[in-house]
Every structure is written in C-alpha cells, then in structure tokens.
C-alpha cells in the first residue's frame, strides 16, 4: 500500500507562484501520477497527470502549471505559476500502479494524499 504525504500550500497573492509536493512511501517511478483539486462547493477536478507515455494537464492551468517527477526521491511535484483567485482549492496528489489510458477521472487513482489547501487573494 503506497502511501502519499503531500507539502506545500498555503496563501499567496494573485501571480505568485507556488509549488507542491507529494511524497511517496514507495517507489512509484511507473505509476500514473496525478493531481486534481476541489474548490469550495465544488467537484473534485483534474488538474494534470504524468505517466512515462505522455503528461497531461486540464485547459485551465495549461501553460501556468507543470508537473514532474524526482524518481530517485520518490516524490512528486505541482509547480503552478501566475496563480488567479480561480486556483484556490484543496489539492490531492494521486497515484495507481496501472494505465488503462484514462487519467482524469478520480476513479482512475487508488491511493491519495491527504490534500493541501492553496488559497490565491487578489
């Protein structure tokens, strides 16, 4: 059972730059990866995901926030630039050891970190 400690967050003025982190307590150099987010009173959402086939990131953080992988440290990181007051959420990193060619959906992932809130004031 991979478990997934997630760091990073906190309050940050609109264009500031944060990055998060989600460390993994096994190796997960194969795994699809992930991160989705949940604003208040809404759906979880996909945000981007990684796998050695191909990266993939939502329409709306396209070009602003870029997701990697540090295999050796096991951990996996969301670098998110030019933050609006729309990023504010609680993000979830996600991990699962298989690709069935579907990586945005919350069922696609079996283990999760617990969540981190990123809050962007204007």
């Known amino acids: 059972q991979v478990r997934l400690v997630q760091s990073g967050g906190g309050s940050v003025q609109s264009g500031d730059s944060i990055t998060l982190a989600c460390a993994a307590s096994?190796?997960?150099?194969?795994?699809?990866v992930g991160w989705f987010r949940q604003a208040p009173g809404k759906e979880r959402e996909f945000v981007s995901a990684m796998h050695w086939i191909g990266t993939w990131y939502a329409d709306s953080v396209k070009g602003r926030f870029t997701i990697a992988r540090d295999n050796a440290a096991k951990t996996l990181y969301l670098e998110m630039n030019n933050l609006t007051p729309e990023d504010t959420a609680v993000y979830y990193c996600?991990?699962?050891?298989?690709?069935?060619?579907?990586?945005?959906?919350?069922?696609?992932?079996?283990?999760w970190g617990q969540g981190t809130q990123v809050t962007v004031s204007s």
């Open positions: 996600a991990a699962d050891p298989r690709y069935t060619g579907i990586y945005d959906t919350i069922s696609t992932y079996q283990h």
């Open positions: 096994d190796k997960i150099s194969t795994y699809l």
